[in-house]
């Protein structure tokens, strides 16, 4: 019997309409002989709403409470399929994160999966043909719900088809990755082939097609992620090993990130202490920050970041705690610059990229502030007002 693991965005079941369009697309496949997991994430905008309402009462809501809430969104959506596909005469059954055995540690909103008990799903295929897992979300080693944090739902079902030993395949309402994004350059080609780590790159410089913990999973376990348009024919795109890649090319897409600022701390003189707790809570705090610059001079130590604007507050309350032992701290947090980043694992055997990127911004008399590097991509920290231009010249110079 084949089995395949299948995830459906908020996009993909945003109505009963098109959970009924996808029951009838999964008990297609039913027929042909598979037997499917399939992830699913709240409907539309649940999630948003769920926050909103919590905003309206506090701002300042406990973790644990947090995750108990927002985990009903995704059991919305498995209880209503799971309906739909019964009544259609297909056996499903379905599983909260809880059910399903996926355990997690670290924070309850941004936990990270320990473990899968597959014996559960070994068992309950014996009597259904689906298992319909919500999304998103698990339970920790004192039995708390937890959530995963952005991009949930994709990393439950890669870690799922590792699990399980089978392909995953990621539907949502865009066929595939682009180049770059097709509403910013519409002349966007869509990728038939994407290596992991270009995958993971672009999905940290913000590509939003999908989160990094889930593409490094599917690379650990070396498992192909094809992503694609919902009950759509039109073709989508592999993400899987480099090696396996018929095509390379120096550079596979430009990715914009508008979701970000840019945190700036200033100190009269070079303090290791101060830096080693700065790290200290941001590491506490889980927050993932990139594009480090320190300089230390004459002048004092002064140090910038960028990261997520997901996590402004806790930044704020970070620097905050910390002035109060360190009153001559200064930070400034700031929203009003994008990162543009070109991406390719063609980089590693070619030369000239990152001189071409140079020339085509400062030809463009688009200024840069920051500049970071790997293996496989260079970044650039630009204002607001530059950022899709830069997106678009590069686009243009790199043939995308």
């Known amino acids: 019997m084949n089995r395949s693991v299948l ?21 297609n496949r039913t027929e042909q002989g598979e037997q499917l997991t399939v992830v699913v994430s709240a409907m539309g905008k649940t999630t948003d709403e769920l926050l909103k309402t919590v905003s309206s009462i506090t701002k300042t809501p406990k973790e644990q409470d ?14 209503y399929l799971s309906i739909i596909l019964n009544d259609l005469g297909v056996r499903a059954k ?37 298992l319909i897992v919500a999304g998103f979300q698990g339970f920790n080693t004192d039995g708390e719900i937890t959530t995963l944090g952005r991009g949930g739902s994709d990393t439950t079902a890669v870690a799922l088809a590792a699990a399980l030993e089978c392909p995953c395949e990621i539907y949502t309402d865009v066929a595939g990755v682009y180049s770059t994004d097709p509403r910013l350059y519409p002349e966007a080609r869509r990728l038939e082939q994407v290596s992991y780590e270009e995958m993971m790159e672009m999905a940290a410089l913000g590509a939003g097609v999908l989160v990094t913990r889930s593409v490094e999973i599917a690379k650990n376990y070396n498992i192909p992620i094809y992503l694609g348009k919902t009950l759509s024919d039109e073709k989508g795109t592999w993400v899987m090993a480099r090696t396996e890649m018929l095509e390379k090319k120096a550079v596979t897409g430009v990715a914009l990130d508008q979701d970000m600022i840019h ?50 507050n806790q930044i704020q309350k970070i620097f905050t705690r910390l002035q109060a032992d360190y009153p001559d701290l200064y930070f400034k947090i700031e929203d009003r610059f994008v990162k543009v980043s070109v991406i390719g694992s063609g980089m590693r055997d070619m030369t000239g990229v990152a001189s071409k990127v140079f020339r085509t911004l400062i030809e463009a008399d688009v200024p840069f502030h920051q500049v970071t590097t790997s293996e496989i991509s260079i970044s650039y920290v630009v204002d607001e007002q530059n950022g899709e231009h830069a997106a678009r010249l590069l686009c243009e110079r790199f043939d995308l």
């Open 7 to 27: 995830k459906f965005g908020g996009t993909s079941v945003a109505d009963i309409g098109k959970i009924t369009a996808i029951a009838e697309y999964l008990k």
């Open 66 to 79: 947090l995750a108990v809430l927002l985990t009903t969104g995704e059991q919305q959506t498995i209880s």
């Open 94 to 130: 379905p599983l909260t994160g809880y059910q399903a055995g996926i355990e997690t540690v670290g924070h309850h909103l941004k936990s990270k999966i320990s473990k899968i008990d597959t014996d559960t799903f070994n068992r309950l295929y014996e009597s259904n043909d689906i």
């Open 263 to 312: 945190v700036t701390l200033n100190y009269p003189h070079y303090d290791p202490v101060l830096l080693d707790r700065a790290f200290h809570h941001l590491e506490q705090e889980e927050i993932n920050v990139d594009m480090i610059s320190q300089i230390t001079n004459n002048e004092g130590l002064q140090l910038s970041f960028t990261m997520k604007d997901t996590e402004e």
